[in-house]
């Protein structure tokens, strides 16, 4: 009884001792007043070094308080779409029903004069970083970086991030869906991991790092690990990535309800492949018949209606590869038609998971005090599709058009998983009214104009139309100075270079306030232009379904525009004002090169050579990799390449006694486009598997037996041009086990963001049939080995090394 007396005295005393500790923490100060944020991270106090032996006897300091974000600082959201025209959401006029943006909206501002660069990395680097995207080294998509200045692809340690900005000021930072700003030979599990989110100031990320994904079977990372999604009927990335958008809400929300929060929210909708269920796109069922003209001129005079176009606004003219769809036959009809029901689905469904978000920051009661940019677009609608749209998007990256004829055959399957399907270029141009232009001709601003929609109850004035003109690079000091804070001066030890950007807060509850911004560049693969005080000088240099730039780019014709009369840039004045263009185009020279700009780089298949243009290539130089089991999800940037040359591939495989071996043991692409070296029930094989279209497979008439086995598989690659066919092999140590013809290869790329695998088959697979245990291998690989020949070479298959 005395020892539990003792016991029960000891617990007594120290809870007492507790409960005065928590009274203390209680009430000690939370925030440390007259804090500096210009540099970051916030400087600690310093810690006193105390000479009491006995901490009973010790008076305790204040308690280090975590970094507070300033009072009453909002919480911010940026929902940012991709691939999507100013003429085709219904907030703007388009035919596409977008209730959340609608709703969000009607209590908001409607920005109806704000701009991107034309094109994705761009735009989301400019948009995060509030700088020009040549000037954070984003000159293009990752995937086309050069070693030129402006274009490296490796942004700049002296352009913190806003995620970065706001982390370190106290703010929880998450961001879902597509990245794409990663350079191109950093997406391994070697890192470096300094530009993936994470590394960018976010705390979570949960997406795909690449330009588009597939929605039913997405790469997706979390954080910097490579994840496999649920394997559940119907998943679709979509409302992947808005549940855990939502998880993580609800999550901050929960534990630290007084911390605001940066959820930084980008599908890879509108973007290509367009997938949706049939329940979405059966909502269009004959919506677009009429065809893409008559679209257009109904979108505009709902722009009209609406207000976001002004009166008396004519449609510009029709690019001259834009066929008329008078002229289309009925086949062609009907095939477009169907894509453009499949492409407005999906951008309705993306925008009700977008309003899921929304709903869950008014559950949450974090709706009023959160600032929320809804981005419609990236860019413009895209063209990428070409004059007759795609089944596969992979044709239009391989050089290989689609006939309207085959894609006719799969028309009921447009939008699902077997589909990696993209609209023909009429529609983006329709998506881009009153415009003539689409994504990627940054010198027009059906590639630049994209609508903004604001939502911050109680800061925004009258809800309503704001026509100042503003740039993407605009939103970051617009969270700024909503936050309370400045710029920082230094980051991590690091001078900082000054924010491009303005602040369009003066504009949020000012409808008639004057433009700020009044000079901005455009610059993408040639395609360039200057805004300044209203005007608009440009040339069209390059059209995005073009193999080659319309002229040299000391030829290009320029354009020049009063946008202040004439909004949709549909009559071209430069014969009346020619001095004011000259000065105009030596202007756009002067902020080229203070931005980094020049060169001019139009290159573009080109590009893709990372030797070519003096990118950084992980496998450099590299004639073998030796890779093992469970590395997956291998970029084809950070992969041995092994088109448009002879290569082999060597497999040390056991073999079990009890049971026969299926499975991939490594294979690369997928169901668009890719090869597998496999055992099916013990066989031996080797499938191609050109775009989805055809399929070579060379395979041995017999199992393996067990045992350990060196299975190795070579092809003689004919030579002579890119995506030319060759000779295959397949060995069991020296002995042939089988031989056939390759007859085409891909010779640019077999898939954005399915990659190579080692003992499985992950996101969609190369053939539809690895057995009833599916791709995942079955025996024991120790080790696989793919050897390269030089490019372009009618080579033997190398020898291993």
Request: zero cysteines; a negative charge; glycine letters at 12%.
């Given at each position: 009884m005395a020892s539990i007396r003792r016991r029960t005295g000891f617990a007594i005393a120290a809870t007492g001792a507790l409960l005065a500790t928590s009274a203390l923490a209680q009430s000690a100060p939370q925030a440390v007043p007259n804090v500096n944020r210009t540099k970051l991270p916030i400087a600690e106090p310093e810690r006193p070094h105390l000479t009491t032996l006995d901490v009973r006897n010790a008076v305790p300091p204040a308690p280090v308080s975590p970094v507070h974000a300033p009072a009453g600082a909002p919480n911010i959201v940026v929902i940012l779409l991709d691939d999507m025209g100013f003429g085709q959401s219904s907030a703007f006029g388009g035919p596409i029903h977008m209730p959340a943006l609608e709703s969000l909206a009607a209590q908001g501002n409607r920005y109806n004069n704000f701009h991107t660069t034309a094109l994705c990395s761009p735009t989301r680097a400019a948009l995060l970083t509030g700088r020009n995207h040549h000037n954070v080294e984003t000159g293009s998509i990752m995937e086309t970086a050069t070693v030129f200045p402006g274009d490296t692809g490796r942004q700049p340690a002296s352009a913190a991030p806003i995620a970065t900005v706001l982390r370190l000021n106290g703010y929880a930072t998450g961001a879902f869906g597509k990245w794409h700003q990663t350079p191109a030979a950093d997406v391994s599990a070697a890192g470096p991991f300094d530009r993936w989110p994470t590394g960018s100031g976010f705390d979570k990320f949960y997406g795909f790092v690449a330009g588009e994904t597939n929605q039913w079977s997405p790469t997706i990372y979390d954080g910097t690990a490579h994840v496999e999604p649920p394997r559940r009927p119907g998943y679709h990335f979509l409302t992947d990535m808005t549940d855990q958008s939502i998880n993580w809400l609800r999550s901050v929300s929960a534990l630290a309800p007084d911390k605001p929060f940066f959820l930084y929210y980008a599908p890879g909708a509108t973007h290509a492949p367009h997938h949706v269920s049939p329940e979405w796109s059966a909502r269009y069922r004959g919506a677009f018949d009429a065809g893409w003209d008559a679209i257009r001129e109904q979108t505009l005079a709902r722009q009209i209606k609406l207000g976001v176009v002004p009166k008396g606004t004519k449609l510009a003219p029709r690019p001259d590869d834009i066929r008329a769809w008078t002229t289309l036959?009925?086949?062609?009809?009907?095939?477009?038609?169907?894509?453009?029901?499949?492409f407005a689905g999906f951008a309705e469904m993306t925008?009700?998971?977008?309003?899921?978000?929304?709903?869950?920051?008014?559950?949450?009661?974090?709706?009023?005090?959160?600032?929320?940019?809804?981005?419609?677009?990236?860019?413009?609608?895209?063209?990428?599709?070409?004059?007759?749209?795609?089944?596969?998007?992979?044709?239009?990256?391989?050089?290989?058009?689609?006939?309207?004829?085959?894609?006719?055959?799969?028309?009921d399957q447009l939008g699902g998983p077997s589909t990696y399907n993209h609209y023909a270029s009429g529609w983006a141009f329709a998506g881009d009214a009153p415009f003539s232009w689409t994504k990627q001709v940054a010198s027009d601003f059906g590639g630049?104009?994209?609508?903004?929609?604001?939502?911050?109850?109680?800061?925004l004035g009258t809800p309503g139309l704001r026509p100042q003109f503003h740039h993407v690079i605009d939103i970051m000091p617009t969270v700024l100075e909503a936050a309370g804070l400045s710029a920082p001066v230094s980051v991590d030890g690091i001078k900082q270079m000054p924010l491009d950007g303005?602040?369009?807060?003066?504009?949020?509850?000012?409808?008639?306030?004057?433009?700020?911004?009044?000079?901005?560049?455009?610059?993408?693969?040639?395609?360039r232009a200057l805004?300044?005080?209203?005007?608009l000088a440009r040339t069209v240099h390059f059209e995005p379904w073009a193999a080659k730039p319309r002229r040299p780019l000391d030829k290009d014709i320029w354009e020049l525009f009063d946008t202040?009369?004439?909004?949709?840039?549909?009559?071209?004045?430069?014969a009346q004002y020619p001095e004011r263009l000259k000065a105009m185009q030596q202007s756009f020279l002067d902020e080229a090169i203070k931005y980094h700009v020049l060169p001019l780089d139009d290159r573009r298949l080109e590009r893709l050579n990372a030797a070519l243009v003096g990118r950084p290539d992980l496998m450099a130089g590299r004639t073998s990799l030796t890779v093992y089991p469970g590395?997956?999800?291998?970029?084809?940037?950070?992969?041995?390449?092994?088109?448009?040359?002879?290569?082999?591939?060597?497999?040390?495989?056991?073999?079990?006694?009890?049971?026969?071996?299926?499975?991939?043991?490594?294979?690369?692409?997928?169901?668009?486009?890719?090869?597998?070296?496999?055992?099916?029930?013990?066989?031996?094989?080797?499938?191609?598997?050109?775009?989805?279209?055809?399929?070579?497979?060379?395979?041995?008439?017999?199992a393996l037996p067990?045992?350990?086995?060196?299975?190795?598989?070579?092809?003689?690659?004919?030579?002579?041009?890119?995506?030319?066919?060759?000779?295959?092999?397949?060995?069991?140590?020296?002995?042939?086990?089988?031989?056939?013809?390759?007859?085409?290869?891909?010779?640019?790329?077999?898939?954005?963001?399915?990659?190579?695998?080692?003992?499985?088959?992950?996101?969609?697979?190369?053939?539809?049939?690895?057995g009833t245990a599916g791709p995942h291998f079955t025996g024991t690989i120790r080790a696989v080995t793919i050897d390269v020949a030089p490019l372009m070479q009618a080579a033997p298959p190398p020898t291993t090394h």
């Open positions: 036959s009925p086949d062609e009809k009907r095939l477009f038609a169907r894509q453009m029901e499949v925008d009700h998971e977008a309003g899921r978000l929304i709903d869950t920051l008014k559950q949450l009661g974090r709706f009023d005090n959160t600032l929320i940019f809804y981005v419609v677009g990236d860019n413009g609608a895209s063209a990428e599709g070409g004059a007759s749209g795609l089944v596969n998007e992979n044709s239009y990256f391989n050089g290989s058009p689609e006939t309207v004829e085959d894609q006719l055959k799969q028309i630049t104009r994209n609508g903004l929609v604001v939502s911050w109850p109680g800061h303005i602040s369009m807060e003066y504009s949020f509850a000012d409808p008639k306030a004057a433009d700020r911004r009044t000079t901005q560049y455009f610059e993408i693969l040639g395609n805004y300044r005080n209203g005007w202040r009369r004439d909004f949709s840039l549909a009559h071209d004045v430069a590395m997956t999800a291998m970029s084809e940037n950070t992969f041995i390449n092994i088109k448009d040359r002879s290569f082999a591939i060597t497999a040390d495989l056991a073999l079990a006694q009890d049971g026969v071996a299926n499975g991939a043991i490594i294979a690369q692409g997928g169901r668009f486009g890719g090869w597998s070296l496999y055992l099916k029930d013990g066989k031996p094989a080797f499938t191609y598997n050109y775009l989805g279209r055809r399929r070579f497979t060379i395979a041995a008439t017999n067990a045992g350990a086995a060196k299975l190795r598989f070579e092809f003689a690659y004919d030579g002579g041009k890119i995506g030319a066919g060759g000779t295959g092999r397949l060995f069991a140590g020296d002995r042939l086990l089988a031989e056939g013809r390759i007859d085409v290869t891909q010779p640019i790329m077999f898939s954005a963001d399915d990659g190579a695998d080692v003992g499985d088959d992950t996101a969609t697979p190369v053939i539809e049939d690895y």
